[in-house]
């Protein structure tokens, strides 16, 4: 089981880095959900978004296409995860759920306070 989530979170993290639309959705499950968190310090949707159409336009929206960021992937919560950084500094944290070959639902840690711990 931890070797299909690291290959599922890579193809999602591959899709990502590429920004190619039609290969997100195509890793992420029909009914997908994407939670994010700004903690109120960061812009971020208050409320999930569900559908592979709509977690792929809200990780699209923000994961993708920032100038500057940097996509990795990392350990995130002991499972393979994406870490985004931009000017050395971690602004995002994505961790993911699998089932079968696609990704079933997307946490996005956005809120700086949350991420403390990654700058070390």
């Not at 890579?10 to 290969?23: E, I, K, N």
């Not at 409320?47 to 929206?61: E, L, N, Q």
């Not at 940097?70 to 994406?82: D, K």
Request: some cysteine.
């Amino acid at each position: 089981m931890p070797a299909r989530h690291d290959r599922v979170a890579r193809r999602f993290a591959a899709a990502c880095r590429t920004g190619d639309a039609a290969a997100l959705r195509a890793v992420l499950a029909a009914d997908a959900i994407v939670v994010s968190d700004g903690g109120g310090k960061v812009r971020a949707p208050v409320h999930p978004a569900y559908g592979a159409d709509a977690v792929a336009r809200m990780v699209t929206a923000l994961l993708i296409g920032q100038p500057g960021t940097e996509l990795s992937v990392g350990s995130v919560n002991g499972r393979t995860g994406l870490v985004l950084r931009r000017a050395g500094q971690v602004v995002a944290v994505a961790s993911v759920s699998v089932a079968d070959a696609e990704v079933t639902a997307v946490w996005i840690v956005l809120n700086p306070d949350k991420l403390q711990r990654w700058h070390r």
